[in-house]
């Protein structure tokens, strides 16, 4: 009940196309869920994240859509570019009897755009 | 703004050992969180301090230790190191406050654990 299970494990695109990564979670108390970017040799980087009132958000190319009845949540990169090849991560936390910073992790996406 | 500092940033150890990774975090950051990463786990969640006290701990054997400093500093100790400890330590911090919601986290490069 604590994963998150995140699907495809790896995605080509070509330049310009529309990336889209999923992830679904089971437990119903998680009420935070934020996608990470990582390149190699680096920290994973917050990307953008969205709380379960709203059905979408968008930053920029990347936009996050929550479809809270399903238990989903996907990752969409429009007008994707040779920079945004990374390892994406989704996550889901939820507050324990306060605030908290444990992150459940999807097992990741590595995204390759090709120019 | 200096980000999260991650020391060693490599580092080899043989089975049996024992080790400490430190992490400094952002300035005004009074959480800081530990994730072990591997390519077979993935990121999971290893502890989280704030103000000193631990808040979180994930589903990590004994040997797996941590604490944080007065001035937000963090260390984790791994005792009895095994193979399978092989991995990339994170390190976060936030500005998460004792009654807030789950914030950004800012992540460190990491501290890279071979054990041989």
């Known amino acids: 009940q604590q994963q998150v299970k995140q699907s495809p494990q790896s995605l080509i695109v070509q330049k310009g196309g529309i990336s889209i990564i999923n992830c679904a979670y089971e437990?119903?108390?998680?009420?935070?869920f934020p996608w990470y970017q990582q390149f190699p040799g680096k920290g994973p980087a917050l990307l953008i994240a969205i709380r379960p009132d709203v059905s979408e958000k968008k930053e920029g190319r990347f936009t996050i859509s929550f479809n809270k009845s399903a238990k989903q949540f996907s990752l969409h990169i429009m007008d994707s570019q040779p920079g945004d090849s990374a390892t994406y991560f989704c996550?889901?936390?939820?507050?324990?009897?306060?605030?908290?910073?444990?992150?459940?992790f999807g097992t990741g996406t590595l995204l390759a755009v090709q120019p | 703004k200096a980000g999260v500092t991650q020391t060693p940033r490599y580092l080899i150890k043989t089975r049996g050992q024992q080790v400490t990774l430190s992490c400094s975090p952002i300035s005004g950051h009074r959480s800081v969180s530990w994730y072990q990463q591997t390519p077979g786990q993935g990121l999971q969640f290893l502890f989280e301090y704030f103000s000193e006290t631990q808040r979180n701990k994930g589903n990590f054997p004994g040997r797996f230790s941590g604490r944080q400093f007065s001035n937000s500093r963090s260390e984790m100790n791994v005792s009895t190191l095994e193979l399978g400890d092989s991995a990339l330590y994170l390190c976060a911090s936030s500005f998460l406050t004792s009654g807030g919601n789950t914030g950004e986290l800012f992540f460190g490069e990491g501290s890279r654990l071979t054990v041989l």
């Open positions: 996550a889901a936390s939820r507050k324990v009897g306060g605030a908290t910073n444990k992150l459940i």
């Open positions: 437990n119903t108390a998680f009420d935070y």
